[in-house]
């Protein structure tokens, strides 16, 4: 066999010693160079920091040749070798060592072989998720809105149906809420047979925009119309007294607080006129008492604003005037095209679309607040910047460290609408701060009493995971896990560095955060980008958690897209799945639940497993 394969190709199989000796060379060489950093590791992870580093040096090459001169030979193209990646090397170097005269030499002692690579990686799993539920690998984690605090009977069913871990959100509510949310948990776990692990997502910089001055106080009356625009059925509006308001019936649109006793006096078949917002003079037919309160109906259209005085008359005759009060503030978000100049505040004053003057030139660029102090320190001309998700991209024209002028570039079609509280990306900026604020230093002492791990936002380098490491241990917490969520341009360049500084406590665990990911590193890169942290992870026996909008339609509106479903089975690659909240998020997670046990069967990380196939039958005709 040997002299038959030497004949067949003998400069291939020369190719290939020197080129896997080199391999393993350098492997051997990266590991001795990080020996200081290997002694910082903790001692349980420390043969998986080895194997991430052979993993690393590896990956540094350019290697898609000698896969393929591998496969033609019928040898492992060391395709998956992720968790064992000297154990790779060193098997296939053993048999060109039987095929050739050439000899490499005594094998370097791997750190993990083929058996304990993918162990450790899975018991990492465990000592951070909990232990693996029934007939799946991949947990679900299941993101808690603010009703899972008063609703016990919301949290009983998510853990029926398939709630692996609890996450808490901390950007929203408080303590208070949080405890609460653990105490319908743990009354659950007793009620259920289940035991679920619990996540704290510090909140983290806040980088959004700020709030948006109001237009004004005006509240729109309108009856029903049909496809054409014809009124078919008229509004109903709902009178309260604003001294002791009433909520309206819910199948009421609209609502008026009326001041000045003016209601005491009504009867039905009275009408109530004013003058709307555009002059206008409208009335509304009363129809029925509700205690206190009166239903109305509108025919036409009126705008009606604060301060509107109103008078009521019985057969033409006068019964005396109130004053429409307590009308909601509307906030118009800033309309955008390509072109349009947007002034990002370092001030926080509320913002506003531009002015114009009577022919349309602007006369001041419109300008919102920016809530993040070191984007107008470090931002600089020419680099990107983008708004809501990347709906809104840019370019920054200026920075004078107080105001940043940005040139939109890409919008929708037909524009976009900036509002308040919406995210904003400086993917190109080097943006230099603590991934841990204020507001998460003073969240610590209270999470730490309630949860299994601490999610760390905003993560951008190493520095950011000891800071983490030490407020932990100096409130007697390092025990709980850590899960660094990889969610910007830096996180991602820096993730080799951040994922060793991990490794100096246990457990740890990474979460893709593919909503701001996507948009810091653009869209159509999203699909590597989340593939080359899966691989660098699962080299270092990290657990991933794959998350942002899976299965997104149907939590909020009850049905998945095909797309979604799709993107729901890949989840499989990673060791849990996150949800986030939703109307229908219970039958979302029992869906989940049957997506990711069926597609288990078949795949593990990025192995198929060659189940039996039903389908591999063959069926007469």
Request: charged share 25%; net charge negative; hydrophobic share 40%.
């Amino acid at each position: 066999m040997t002299t038959q394969t030497t004949q067949l190709a003998p400069r291939q199989l020369e190719r290939l010693v020197a080129q896997l000796g080199a391999l393993r060379d350098g492997a051997i060489k990266l590991e001795k160079s990080y020996a200081a950093e290997l002694g910082r590791i903790e001692p349980s992870r420390r043969n998986s920091a080895r194997n991430f580093l052979h993993y690393l040096s590896i990956r540094q090459h350019d290697i898609r040749s000698l896969q393929e001169d591998l496969g033609s030979l019928g040898l492992s193209s060391l395709g998956v070798l992720e968790p064992h990646a000297m154990s790779s090397l060193n098997s296939v170097m053993a048999i060109l060592e039987q095929l050739t005269d050439s000899g490499f030499g005594p094998a370097p002692e791997p750190p993990v072989d083929f058996h304990t690579g993918p162990l450790l990686l899975r018991d990492h799993a465990r000592a951070l998720l909990g232990p693996e539920p029934r007939d799946r690998f991949v947990r679900i984690m299941v993101t808690m809105p603010s009703e899972a605090a008063s609703d016990a009977r919301l949290v009983h069913d998510l853990l029926v149906a398939g709630m692996d871990v609890m996450r808490i959100n901390c950007a929203h509510d408080g303590p208070e809420v949080w405890a609460a949310m653990v105490d319908k948990l743990r009354r659950a776990e007793r009620e259920v047979g289940r035991s679920c692990r619990i996540q704290a997502d510090l909140a983290g910089p806040k980088l959004r925009t700020g709030s948006i001055r109001a237009s004004g106080r005006v509240i729109r009356l309108a009856p029903r119309r049909d496809v054409f625009g014809r009124p078919v059925v008229a509004g109903r509006v709902w009178l309260t007294p604003a001294e002791a308001t009433v909520p309206a019936p819910k199948d009421v649109r609209f609502t008026l607080r009326i001041e000045g006793g003016l209601l005491a006096q009504l009867a039905p078949g009275d009408l109530v006129g004013f003058s709307d917002a555009r002059g206008q003079e409208h009335q509304l037919k009363v129809t029925e008492a509700a205690g206190a309160c009166w239903l109305a109906e509108i025919e036409r259209t009126a705008y009606v604003e604060d301060g509107t005085v109103i008078s009521a008359t019985r057969a033409g005759k006068p019964l005396g005037e109130g004053r429409i009060v307590g009308v909601p503030e509307v906030i118009n978000p800033i309309a955008l095209l390509p072109g349009d100049l947007l002034i990002l505040t370092r001030a926080d004053e509320p913002g506003a679309e531009a002015e114009r003057d009577a022919d349309g030139r602007v006369l001041r660029p419109a300008h919102i607040h920016c809530t993040l102090e070191a984007a107008f320190e470090q931002a600089e001309p020419g680099q990107s910047v983008w708004f809501d998700d990347g709906k809104i991209g840019g370019v920054v024209k200026e920075n004078d460290g107080e105001r940043i002028t940005v040139r939109i570039t890409q919008t929708g079609p037909e524009g976009a609408k900036l509002r308040a509280e919406k995210g904003i990306n400086f993917p190109d900026t080097a943006l230099s701060m603590s991934a841990l604020t204020d507001k998460d230093l003073k969240d610590l002492p209270e999470v730490v009493k309630l949860v299994d791990m601490v999610a760390l936002s905003f993560v951008r380098g190493p520095a950011d995971v000891e800071r983490l490491h030490d407020e932990l241990y100096r409130l007697g917490a390092s025990h709980l896990g850590v899960v660094l969520k990889i969610e910007n341009r830096q996180a991602f360049e820096n993730l080799p560095r951040i994922l060793l500084a991990g490794l100096h406590s246990t457990p740890v665990g990474v979460m893709i955060a593919r909503g701001d990911l996507a948009v810091e590193v653009g869209f159509e890169r999203l699909s590597e980008v989340q593939q080359e942290i899966l691989w660098l992870c699962e080299a270092a026996h990290v657990p991933v958690i794959w998350a942002t909008q899976i299965l997104e339609g149907m939590a909020k509106k009850g049905s998945p897209s095909r797309a979604e479903v799709s993107d729901a089975a890949m989840s499989i690659l990673a060791e849990c799945a996150m949800l986030n909240k939703g109307p229908n998020i219970v039958d979302t997670v029992r869906f989940l639940n049957g997506i990711i046990g069926r597609m288990d069967q078949h795949f593990v990380k990025q192995q198929p497993t060659l189940r039996k196939l039903s389908v591999a039958q063959l069926k007469e005709a």
